[in-house]
Structures are given as structure tokens and as C-alpha cells.
């Protein structure tokens, strides 16, 4: 399973591929202005020293919501690193600049997926991922990993080539279920992925340890 962090901090992307176990970032408009960025070419510019951090996938989100819009837009962010996934919302025009940009072997990620019909439109539009977000269905009290279990068995049926890339990760629950389940990918916050290397057991263990060597050496 592949580790994306979802934020556009550039420490916080540092600190997360220090640990070693980050292989892309995926962004979003809301994350962008978090972190005070706008103008496009202080959003350009931001990408270019995301890029210059992680070794994998970087995603970066079209503005636009018509056709032309989004190839224009695309293609600007596409051409600004090889990490660049252009991130398309599903939406009609969208699907078919998912088909342009996979014709043109430009990898995509298609946002905003709630429904399994959503994704398999995605899937057939040719999407490098697909991003089922499922920290949003549990907020109105929809179980979000059961939209990943659906589009597993989805993919899987037909060996569609789109990565299913859980989004809108809240805790490191989600993270393991989202493991468990088959989810190729997750994307979530630092908070997350340290959450899974926790163990007060381990704490304790390792106090114990450190003690006893401790006491055996005065
Ligand atoms: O990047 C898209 C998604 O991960 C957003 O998450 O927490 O704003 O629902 P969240």
C-alpha cells in the first residue's frame, strides 16, 4: 500500500519523507490557500518545491470545471515536473479530459469520488487514480470504507489498471481498514501515519529495557 500525505505544508511533506515511508503528496485547492498560496505562479512555483521534496506522485488540481479549461490547465501543471497527476473533479467534462489526458499517457487523478458509479466512469475514462473520500461519507453518517470494498470488487472483476487512492483519511483506523480492504493507496494527514507507529506497550517495554540495561551498567 503507498503512503501519499495530504497536505500542501512543505515541512510537514519533509518531515513525512524523512520518515522514509512517503511515496506522493496529493493537494487540493482548500490546502493551497491553507497554506496562504495564490497567484498562479505562486501555485506553480509551490508544486515545483513539493516536487523537489518526495521521490513519487505529486497531485495538483485544475481549477477549471469546463473542458478546455481543464486540458489548458492540465497540461500547464504536467509540463511543470514528471511527478505532476493532474487532479480532475468527476464531473462530465472532467470524464472526458480523463480520456484526453490518459490518450496522451498524462497521469490523472480523478477527486471527489462518492459513489462506486463514479469510479468505474473513472476507470473507464482511463484514470491513473481514482479518489473515493472517506472521511466525508462518515461525516453524514455513511460508512466510507464500504464505497472502497465496493470499488475493489469493481477493479478486480475487470482488472482495471486505476489505483484506488482512499482519500479524506482521518485516523490511522481508517489507514489500516483501508490496508485490509486493498485500497492501493491513502492519502491522509502526518497525524495519521505516525498514529500507526504508537504502542504504549512499546513505550513501556522500552523503558523496562533501557532501565535494566541501566541498572546492569552503574
Ligand atoms: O485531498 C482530498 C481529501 O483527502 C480531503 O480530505 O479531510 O478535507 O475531507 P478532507
Same mark, same amino acid.
Given at each position: 500500500?503507498?503512503?501519499? $500525505?495530504?497536505?500542501?505544508?512543505?515541512?510537514?511533506?519533509?518531515?513525512?519523507?524523512?520518515?522514509?515511508?512517503?511515496?506522493?503528496?496529493?493537494?487540493?485547492?482548500?490546502?493551497?490557500?491553507?497554506?496562504?498560496?495564490?497567484?498562479?505562479?505562486?501555485?506553480?512555483?509551490?508544486?515545483?518545491? $513539493?516536487?523537489? $521534496?518526495?521521490?513519487?506522485?505529486?497531485?495538483?488540481?485544475?481549477?477549471?470545471?469546463?473542458?478546455?479549461?481543464?486540458?489548458?490547465?492540465?497540461?500547464?501543471?504536467?509540463?511543470?515536473?514528471?511527478? =505532476?497527476?493532474? #487532479?480532475?473533479?468527476?464531473?462530465?467534462?472532467?470524464?472526458?479530459?480523463?480520456?484526453?489526458?490518459?490518450? #496522451?499517457? =498524462?497521469?490523472?487523478?480523478?477527486? &471527489?469520488?462518492?459513489?462506486?458509479?463514479?469510479?468505474?466512469?473513472?476507470? #473507464?475514462?482511463?484514470?491513473?487514480?481514482?479518489?473515493?473520500?472517506?472521511?466525508?461519507?462518515?461525516?453524514?453518517?455513511?460508512?466510507?470504507?464500504? +464505497?472502497?470494498?465496493?470499488?475493489?470488487? =469493481?477493479?478486480?472483476?475487470?482488472?482495471?489498471?486505476?489505483? =484506488?487512492?482512499?482519500?479524506?483519511?482521518?485516523?490511522?483506523?481508517?489507514?489500516?481498514?483501508?490496508?485490509?480492504?486493498?485500497?492501493?493507496?491513502?492519502?491522509?494527514?502526518?497525524?495519521?501515519?505516525?498514529? +500507526?507507529? #504508537?504502542?504504549?506497550?512499546?513505550?513501556?517495554? &522500552?523503558?523496562?529495557? +533501557?532501565?535494566?540495561?541501566?541498572?546492569?551498567?552503574?
Amino acid at each position: 500500500m503507498k503512503f501519499f $500525505i495530504d497536505t500542501a505544508n512543505l515541512a510537514q511533506i519533509q518531515e513525512a519523507q524523512e520518515l522514509g515511508v512517503l511515496d506522493g503528496v496529493t493537494t487540493n485547492p482548500s490546502l493551497m490557500a491553507k497554506e496562504g498560496i495564490s497567484g498562479d505562479a505562486n501555485v506553480k512555483a509551490h508544486y515545483k518545491a $513539493i516536487c523537489a $521534496i518526495v521521490d513519487g506522485d505529486v497531485s495538483a488540481e485544475v481549477i477549471s470545471t469546463d473542458y478546455e479549461g481543464m486540458i489548458k490547465e492540465g497540461e500547464e501543471l504536467a509540463a511543470l515536473d514528471e511527478k =505532476i497527476v493532474v #487532479k480532475i473533479p468527476m464531473i462530465k467534462d472532467g470524464v472526458k479530459a480523463l480520456k484526453y489526458f490518459s490518450d #496522451k499517457g =498524462i497521469k490523472t487523478n480523478c477527486t &471527489l469520488i462518492f459513489s462506486a458509479g463514479q469510479a468505474l466512469m473513472a476507470a #473507464k475514462a482511463g484514470a491513473t487514480y481514482v479518489s473515493p473520500f472517506i472521511g466525508r461519507l462518515d461525516d453524514i453518517s455513511t460508512d466510507g470504507l464500504d +464505497l472502497i470494498e465496493s470499488i475493489r470488487i =469493481i477493479f478486480d472483476n475487470y482488472d482495471f489498471g486505476t489505483e =484506488i487512492l482512499a482519500a479524506s483519511v482521518r485516523h490511522p483506523m481508517h489507514i489500516i481498514q483501508c490496508a485490509e480492504i486493498g485500497a492501493d493507496v491513502m492519502t491522509g494527514p502526518l497525524s495519521a501515519m505516525e498514529a +500507526l507507529l #504508537k504502542h504504549p506497550l512499546t513505550d513501556i517495554g &522500552l523503558a523496562k529495557f +533501557l532501565a535494566d540495561h541501566a541498572k546492569a551498567n552503574s
